[in-house]
């Protein structure tokens, strides 16, 4: 029988998991469209940490043609 922290941390880890996943994909796009980060933007992706944030910004990485079309407000 596992125990409840055990599960907890499968639980945490694989959300830490699926973060870092959807951070690799979002720099990789904005690479591939030649979007240029600042420092700044870069340590904003690495600091986020809701996913709906960063799946957010992968969608408009998609398509961007620059930085401030991806972290623009909506």
Known sequence: ???TIYKQ???EGRTEGREA???EALL???ST???RLSAARRAQ???ETRAEVLQTWL???I???RAADVFAES
Do not use: D, F, P, Y
């Open 45 to 47: 992706i690495e600091a």
């Open 21 to 23: 996943g959807l951070r």
């Open 1 to 3: 029988m596992q125990s």
């Open 9 to 11: 941390g499968r639980a």
């Open 33 to 35: 469209r030649h979007v």
């Open 63 to 65: 398509t961007a043609t």
């Open 28 to 30: 990789l796009a904005l």
């Open 59 to 61: 969608k408009r990485a």
